[in-house]
């Protein structure tokens, strides 16, 4: 075997001879360009500090494409775990967008996200799939001299899910070239117009950069700090990037002339940024310490903006050498990859791969960390795909009818089959990575008691249980007639109009009778809103008066313009015992001294007047004057926080409610508070909307207008 020198200097045996002699069969078979891409992806592969079976396996790999060999023939002549390092090979790259009638120009963020994901799951050794991103970047340099439609096939492929996949791993190596090639195919003129303004002061940037490398030589050994300093290249899609997000020019980007510190420890690090900050001014907004909070790839640095020799502005990135390795390599830089196993289960497996490959610290290696990684890298998922090439995110173990509940409710409430890779196959067949499903469907919903069985193995997702559970609680009428009730009880309770007819209301809402309305609620045909908004329009269908002569008022109170029918004027006040508000229908009674008393028709204490003094009754009707307010008395039940009131007086200010007046009361054993308020309210409409959004506030228990 020949050696190999990594990115880091490091001799390690590579894949050398093995590449030469898969060259010479490529060769022999007619197929020169499979051989040097042979040797091409070994020495790429190689060059990540990879262990010599996955080097194999990307030097075997062309061969099979080519098909040089086949993976029988890989076996035969090539037995150990490069054989099976090539198998897994072989399926990520017959999973390639294109295969399944996708347009590779077209993913959507969520799809392309899908399709990473789909990468990760569906192989056994994630080492495979540093090959893969290795071999498109290879395609990607060979599309040079490809058309342009080529070009920008590969470009949109690299740009929408292999990038952001090195990206994740934290591959800065593969990540950046990946990045800027896309950037090239995809924006050639922003890319030649960035290149070319990057050329033109290419001798001043080093000029620069140069003489601060000489400045902070002399101040880090006078400190007695060992280091090492380099201009770091800014690379072309990266500084685009930036100017987009900026909405500014090259000019204004600070980060284009760079410089990096290389150090033995953390210390050393913020040392030198102590040293950097003492020499040069530096810009408190661009300053990021990834030392302390790493990013979710766990890249580590810290980068600081100076104002620089001459007055320009570039960035200064410090980092330990071991920080370095694992920004320029990712998870390559980590990986302790173990042949075999003690028998585990494949999670167990999954869990003790992800501690050896992200190295968590004693304090992070909690069941949290380890959660939080598998989803974001290989949550056990399975990704099928839809006859139009979507990509459908499974649970390990799916079926059919999980697919079909993914795609649509409603798909699967009709699902009476499936078709997988063009196969009938039973409801219960386990979906495996990359196989395309079709769902046969019916014409009407008709799901089965039986895929409630967890053990009959029909649905593998709790979710979609829940959803078949919903449907067969839809047919149980006299359930949800129970549940419709208690809701139109609680709205009307909470907006004191218990007194309302419900016949009334279902006539209003187009329902057949009261139990027809009660399910339509329990199904959630019907909303609370849809009630509040009948019953404020029932409340403003009261018959026309006869005409009378109009008083053109606003009572003291606040309660607006009101007509009276077959007296002269009169002063008029809303009655404080039920707090009347426009639409409601209204009764007037003539008091001794202070005019008329304005109640609403169903209140308690105007209903025992009319039994002891009907002749005071004088009929009565809501004025015109759009700009009036009416009282209202509401009371507010929630568990006291901080910043309660506040969010009250928001939602009050935004309906454009004036507060009268406020009490408040809380038992601080239970924390709870009773908040009593006085507003005033153009109508019922704006009351009933404004009850519902102080419900959804947080801590708030119940909110009800008072009698």
């Known amino acids: 075997m020949d050696a190999s020198t990594d990115t880091h200097g490091v001799k390690r045996e590579g894949s050398g001879s093995l590449a030469e002699e898969l060259a010479r069969l490529c060769a022999e078979a007619g197929q020169p360009a499979a051989g040097d891409r042979c040797r091409e992806l070994a020495g790429l592969v190689a060059g990540l500090g990879m262990e010599p079976e996955i080097v194999d396996a990307a030097a075997?790999?062309?061969?099979?494409?080519?098909?040089?060999?086949?993976?029988?023939?890989?076996?035969?002549?090539?037995?150990g775990p490069s054989a099976a390092l090539c198998a897994d090979l072989a399926q990520l790259t017959d999973m390639s967008p294109e295969l399944h009638g996708q347009d590779p120009a077209g993913f959507a963020p969520d799809?392309?996200?899908?399709?990473?994901?789909?990468?990760?799951?569906?192989?056994?050794?994630v080492r495979v799939v540093l090959v893969r991103l290795a071999d498109v970047l290879l395609s990607l340099r060979e599309a040079?001299?490809?058309?342009?439609?080529?070009?920008?096939?590969?470009?949109a492929q690299c740009r929408d899910i292999y990038a952001p996949l090195a990206n994740r791993l934290g591959i800065w190596q593969l990540k950046w070239e990946l990045e800027d090639l896309s950037f090239r195919f995809l924006e050639p003129d922003a890319y030649r117009r960035i290149a070319r303004q990057l050329k033109q002061r290419r001798e001043e940037r080093e000029a620069v950069i140069g003489e601060m490398r000489e400045r902070l030589r002399g101040e880090l050994d006078a400190a007695g700090i060992e280091a090492e300093i380099s201009g770091r290249?800014?690379?072309?899609?990266?500084?685009?990037?930036?100017?987009?997000?900026?909405?500014?020019?090259?000019?204004?980007?600070?980060d284009v002339l760079a410089v990096r510190i290389f150090v033995n420890d953390v210390r050393d690090c913020y040392a030198a940024l102590g040293i950097v900050h003492n020499l040069w001014s530096?810009?408190?907004?661009?300053?990021?310490d990834y030392i302390a909070n790493p990013k979710k790839n766990l890249y580590q640095s810290l980068h600081t903006a100076v104002m620089g020799p001459h007055g320009q502005p570039l960035e200064v990135q410090i980092r330990t050498h071991e920080m370095h390795r694992h920004a320029e390599l990712g998870v390559a830089a980590h990986w302790r990859y173990k042949e075999g196993g003690s028998g585990a289960g494949a999670f167990e497996q999954k869990v003790r791969w992800l501690r050896q490959l992200l190295e968590p610290s004693e304090a992070e290696a909690s069941d949290d960390f380890v959660q939080r990684v598998r989803e974001e890298i290989m949550e056990d998922r399975v990704y099928a795909f839809s006859p139009r090439g979507d990509v459908v995110d499974l649970p390990a173990g799916a079926t059919p009818l999980d697919f079909a509940y993914s795609v649509h409710t409603q798909v699967g409430h009709r699902c009476r089959g499936a078709r997988v890779n063009g196969r009938i196959v039973p409801l219960g067949y386990q979906i495996r990575n990359g196989d395309q499903v079709e769902i046969i469907t019916a014409s009407k919903p008709s799901p089965s008691r039986d895929w409630l069985v967890p053990r009959l193995g029909f649905l593998a997702s709790s979710r979609n249980r829940a959803k078949v559970r919903a449907w067969f609680r839809r047919q149980d009428r006299e359930q949800n007639r129970k549940q419709g009730r208690d809701i139109l009880e609680r709205e009307l309770s909470r907006l004191n109009l218990k007194s309302l007819p419900v016949a009334d209301i279902a006539a209003q809402l187009k329902q057949e009778n009261a139990d027809a309305l009660y399910v339509a609620l329990g199904t959630g045909d019907l909303t609370a809103s849809a009630v509040a908004n009948a019953a404020h329009q029932l409340t403003a269908q009261e018959p026309e008066p006869l005409p009378v002569r109009r008083r053109r008022r606003r009572p003291s109170g606040g309660g607006g313009d009101i007509r009276v029918r077959g007296v002269g004027d009169l002063m008029s006040n809303l009655a404080r015992c039920c707090g009347p508000v426009p639409p409601e229908p209204i009764l007037g009674y003539i008091t001794v001294g202070r005019g008329v008393s304005i109640h609403r028709r169903d209140c308690r204490n105007l209903l025992r007047l009319m039994e002891q003094q009907a002749s005071r009754i004088i009929e009565v009707e809501w004025g015109e004057d759009d700009e009036a307010r009416y009282p209202v008395e509401l009371r507010i039940e929630a568990w006291n926080r901080d910043g309660l009131l506040r969010d009250i007086s928001s939602v009050l200010s935004d309906e454009h409610i004036g507060i009268i007046g406020s009490r408040s009361d809380t038992d601080r054993r239970s924390r709870k508070a009773s908040i009593e308020l006085s507003v005033e309210v153009p109508d019922l409409e704006t009351l009933s909307r404004t009850l519902s959004r102080l419900e959804r506030l947080t801590n708030v228990i119940s909110v009800r207008r008072d009698a």
């Open 111 to 125: 799809q392309a996200e899908g399709l990473r994901r789909m990468l990760l799951a569906a192989v056994r050794d």
């Open 60 to 79: 075997i790999h062309p061969a099979v494409q080519a098909c040089v060999l086949d993976l029988e023939a890989v076996k035969q002549r090539y037995p």
């Open 233 to 254: 290249p800014k690379h072309i899609y990266s500084i685009w990037r930036k100017m987009q997000r900026k909405d500014t020019e090259l000019d204004k980007i600070f």
């Open 144 to 155: 040079r001299d490809a058309p342009a439609e080529t070009q920008r096939r590969i470009a």
């Open 282 to 288: 530096y810009l408190p907004q661009e300053f990021d």
